[in-house]
């Protein structure tokens, strides 16, 4: 006789998640995709892989080439409502940056306009 417990019992094996879990990426990672035809871009610490939207990306696949494998959130935000990205996620979201990377990032960036800011006196 089997038992409810028996793992054969597939009844009993944990349904699928609802969401899979965030994957988090590494900047060498992303830079690695910076091509027309493999072009992942970073928006507000989001990765969105972009590969399969160039062509029809209403602002054309050109200006994309320049942001391919970089943090694209200045230039996404110069040309579009930033409310706009929330429409695409779903589609062209791949996951995150992995965190300590871009918060080095960015420290290493404000410290270089600090020391810009007070340059030349
Ligand atoms: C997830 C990434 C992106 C999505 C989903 C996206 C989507 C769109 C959409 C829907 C438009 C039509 C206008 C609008 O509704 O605002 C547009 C226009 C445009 N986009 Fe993007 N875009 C993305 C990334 C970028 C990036 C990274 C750049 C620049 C490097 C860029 C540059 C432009 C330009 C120049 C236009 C034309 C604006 C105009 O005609 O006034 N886009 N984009």
Known sequence: MEYATSPKDKSLESPPLQEPPTKIYALSEIAQHNRLDDIWVIIDGNVYDLTNFVSEHPGGGKILQGVAGKDATKKFNKYHR???????????????????????????FRIRLNFASHGGR
């Open 82 to 108: 930033p409310a706009l990205i929330s429409r695409y996620e779903a589609r062209l979201k791949i996951g995150q940056v992995q965190l300590e990377q871009s918060v080095e990032k960015k420290s290493k």
